[in-house]
């Protein structure tokens, strides 16, 4: 049976492989519906001609049509794509997207055959926009694949049968459509040809090296949503390596792939590495991508904030900040008060907000990171209302820490929802209903601190048979063994200035002769942080940190490969 259409098709193929026109053999190449017309007259002629079992027919028809010239590096047919070619005809002839799962297995299985085209070192780059294209199709279909559990249910029992007793780690739908696409990425990142740095006399990435961040993004965000990060870390670990600078590739890819590396230092809790990835995200996305900007937007603020930087009103009112300031202004301005008891009401697990931290997996990192910048503010609070600011007779200003504990009991009182935490138990008045601020620092007696200890409840639920077992507990208040190991980390960190003289229970603030006490004992979180970190973010190449690209020179590195051919040998003259 004739089939005319699809023999003007394979002359329009060939002709584009003797044009080497990637962009336009990606745009013959169509696979999502609707088809056009032209594919639907296609596919009819496939399965009259040439019925599921015909592929060897198939395959003859198509390595007769396409130039006979165009050899692979060996010297051989660039059998591969006339493979991927084949199978591209049999997916367009059987492809049923009423049923996801088979068009999901067929597409990848075509991608694999895709890339192993791309292999070819003189026509693999013309199959590479192909390749792209055919990747964000499987990456779409992946996830809304596994947004639909119910249709994916049969892959994790069969798999479930499959282990038996092994106790492995199960590869995911979503998992498995990114260990393709990595192979995708490999195959761009280890291009050779061209200069050794990777790019042009324009500045621009040679050969296959152009795929580099398309496959890695894709890679990146199908790892990202099955929360496969050991998974990213190669990528990042291997572009760190290999690519050339980031610099030299699009806005688009830039941004994209500084926000997954941004996220990756803040799921590994180096958050200035992340803030600083992100920061420059967020200043090259394009100021009409909101969508875009309020993602990036909300790791960033989240990573400043643990880093006690906090985000400005004007930035707030940005477009893109949306709900933004609603969910983060309230902790902020609890950090800046020093108020433990709103800080741990808002970061609660009951708190109406904490689904939304906890969905962008942001909760945990607040509420751990946080607290020590809230305890920082209590004490800077404490020092500025009772605490010693010094005088002529060469004595450090210092505070109480008893001060800082009354304080601390106080609002974590309030947090518990002691019916008593605000009123006068010790007497002071200042003639109006609310008590003497001074009242706070007017401690119980000995005897009334261990009254209160004998009273003690058990808390929860305890098994009858182990009532007498269970040691009686009351609320979580802070004791001084609690404030002065605060105060010690916070010291360790910077974020003091001084020391704990565990004798007199006070914290001794030093270089008070310098600057003001505050300033001294109180030094600005964002600056003592930025101060101590480490400028390099791991996965992020820069041309001053790693390759200098008009020399061609690479700094060497683990993992690299130096090639010593040309060296002279020690103490030889040169040339």
């Known amino acids: 049976m004739s089939t005319p259409t699809t023999d003007q098709f394979l002359m329009e193929i060939a002709a584009i492989l003797r044009e080497k026109n990637g962009a336009k053999l990606q745009d013959y190449l169509v696979l999502e519906p609707p088809l056009p017309p032209l594919y639907t007259v296609i596919v009819t002629e496939l399965r009259q001609a040439f019925p599921p079992g015909s592929q060897d027919r198939l395959e003859n028809k198509c390595s007769k049509a396409l130039p006979e010239d165009q050899e692979g590096a060996q010297g051989g047919s660039w059998t591969a794509f006339i493979s991927f070619l084949v199978q591209y005809f049999a997916f367009l002839r059987d492809v049923n997207t009423g049923h996801l799962v088979e068009t999901h297995d067929m597409l990848k299985a075509l991608l694999n055959q895709c890339i192993l085209a791309l292999s070819d070192a003189s026509m693999g ?37 499959a282990g038996g007793e092994e106790v492995t780690e199960r590869v995911t739908l979503v998992e498995s459509s990114a260990n393709v696409i990595r192979e995708a990425f490999k195959k761009c990142l280890s291009e050779r040809s061209g200069s050794s740095s990777g790019v042009d006399a324009n500045g621009t990435p040679e050969g296959r090296r152009i795929g580099i961040y398309l496959c890695a993004n894709l890679c990146l965000k199908l790892f990202f949503h099955c929360r496969k990060l050991r ?27 500084l926000y997954y590396l941004g996220r990756y230092h803040f799921a590994n809790n180096h958050f200035f590495r992340a803030q600083s990835a992100l920061q420059t995200a967020y200043d090259e996305c394009h100021v009409q991508c909101l969508k875009q900007r309020r993602s990036i937007l909300t790791y960033l603020i989240t990573s400043n904030i643990i880093l006690g930087r906090f985000p400005s009103s004007k930035l707030m009112r940005r477009p893109e900040a949306g709900v933004l300031e609603m969910k983060f202004m309230p902790i902020c301005q609890a950090i800046r008060t020093g ?36 305890w920082r503010s209590l004490a800077r609070k404490a020092f500025i209302l009772s605490g010693f600011k010094g005088d002529t007779s060469k004595r450090a200003p210092s505070l109480n820490l008893a001060d800082l504990l009354t304080l601390a009991t106080l609002l974590k009182k309030r947090a518990l929802g002691f019916q008593d935490a605000q009123s006068n138990g010790n007497g002071l008045s200042n003639g109006h209903s609310r008590p003497h601020t001074n009242s706070i620092f007017i401690f119980p007696s000995s005897s009334d601190v261990a009254g209160n200890r004998n009273e003690m409840e058990i808390v929860g639920y305890v098994d009858p048979d182990l009532e007498d077992e269970v040691e009686a507990t009351g609320p979580d208040l802070p004791f001084m063994d609690d404030i002065e190991s605060t105060v010690a980390s916070l010291v360790e960190q910077d974020l003091l200035h001084g020391y704990i003289s565990h004798k007199h229970s006070r914290f001794v603030i030093t270089g008070a002769k310098a600057k003001p006490a505050v300033q001294a004992g109180f030094p600005n979180v964002w600056e003592t942080i930025k101060n101590r970190a480490d400028k390099e973010v791991p996965g992020w190449v820069k041309e001053e940190n790693g390759i200098n690209v008009r020399g061609g020179f690479r700094k060497a590195g683990p993992g690299m490969v130096v090639n010593l051919s040309g060296a002279r040998p020690a103490g030889a003259v040169p040339a």
């Open 339 to 374: 108020d433990l008891e709103t800080f741990d009401r808002l970061l609660d697990l009951d708190n109406e907000n904490a689904t939304w931290f906890f969905q962008r997996r942001v909760l945990l990192q607040l509420r751990n990171r946080c607290e020590v910048l809230v």
């Open 231 to 257: 998974s990213a870390e190669q990528i990042f670990g291997n572009i760190y390596q290999q690519s050339p600078p980031l610099a030299r590739f699009p806005a688009s890819q830039r941004v994209t792939y």
């Open 125 to 161: 780059i013309v199959v590479l926009p192909t390749v792209i294209s055919l990747s964000r199709t499987l990456a779409r279909l992946a996830i809304g694949l596994d947004k639909q559990p119910d249709l994916i249910a049969h892959l994790t029992h069969r798999e479930s049968i």
